[in-house]
């Protein structure tokens, strides 16, 4: 019931192409679902997130598609950079406690 | 710099051994969180503080434990150390668990503990 399902484990993108990362989630109780991104050495950022009233959020390259039927969410980088090169997590949380589980990462490789 | 201070960032120790990570959160925080991360179990959240009580507990071992102190600052101690126990021990910080702005919170740098 906790559980947060992320695909790809790693993806090869060109630059200047479009990386799609999906996440699944089980427990219907989670309200917020963010991003983070992770580069070697350094602790996750905060990316984007959303609640699951809306199904879309877009902030500069990167947008969250948000399907709450499905259970489903996925992270868009549009216009790839190397730069974007890290490890990507999606989370979920639910209740005033915040703490988030985690999904289990895509590693992100963009190739100038 | 995320704000949120962890020390030491690297840690080597024997199997048997006991190790204080710390974590200072950022200015005006009131809630610390601590997460492991290993190669084969991902991210976990292991528990929460907000202002100096226990709020939430997760995976943590009976051999872990935390607090927070009046200033803030948070320890975690993992006691009777494994090879297992090798990992990325993160903090992370908000400013409390009934705030608005509470989500997406802010984690330090780690501390990367090996046990030899």
């Known amino acids: 019931q906790q559980q947060v399902k992320q695909s790809p484990q790693s993806l090869i993108v060109q630059k200047g192409g479009i990386s799609i990362i999906n996440c699944a989630y089980e427990n219907t109780a989670f309200d917020y679902f963010p991003w983070y991104q992770q580069f070697p050495g350094k602790g996750p950022a905060l990316l984007i997130a959303?609640?699951?009233?809306?199904s879309e959020k877009k902030e500069g390259r990167f947008t969250i598609s948000f399907n709450k039927s499905a259970k489903q969410f996925s992270l868009h980088i549009m216009d790839s950079q190397p730069g974007d090169s890290a490890t990507y997590f999606c989370a979920a949380s639910r209740g005033s406690a915040r703490q988030l589980t985690f999904g289990s990462g895509t590693q992100l490789t963009v190739l100038p | 710099d995320s704000g949120v201070t962890q020390t030491p960032k690297h840690l080597i120790t024997a199997t048997g051994q006991r190790v204080t990570l710390r974590c200072s959160p950022r200015?005006?925080?009131?809630?610390v969180y601590w997460y492991q991360q290993s190669l084969d179990q991902g991210l976990q959240f292991l528990i929460q503080y907000y202002n100096g009580e226990e709020r939430a507990k997760g995976n943590i071992l009976e051999r872990f434990s935390a607090q927070q102190f009046p200033d803030l600052h948070s320890e975690l101690n993992l006691s009777s150390l494994e090879l297992g126990d090798s990992a990325l021990y993160f903090c992370?910080?908000?400013?409390?668990?009934?705030?608005?702005?509470?989500?997406?919170?802010?984690f330090g740098s780690g501390t990367r503990l090996t046990v030899v």
């Open positions: 959303i609640r699951p009233d809306v």
């Open positions: 992370a910080s908000s400013p409390g668990h009934q705030h608005p702005s509470n989500y997406g919170y802010t």
């Open positions: 200015s005006g925080d009131l809630s």
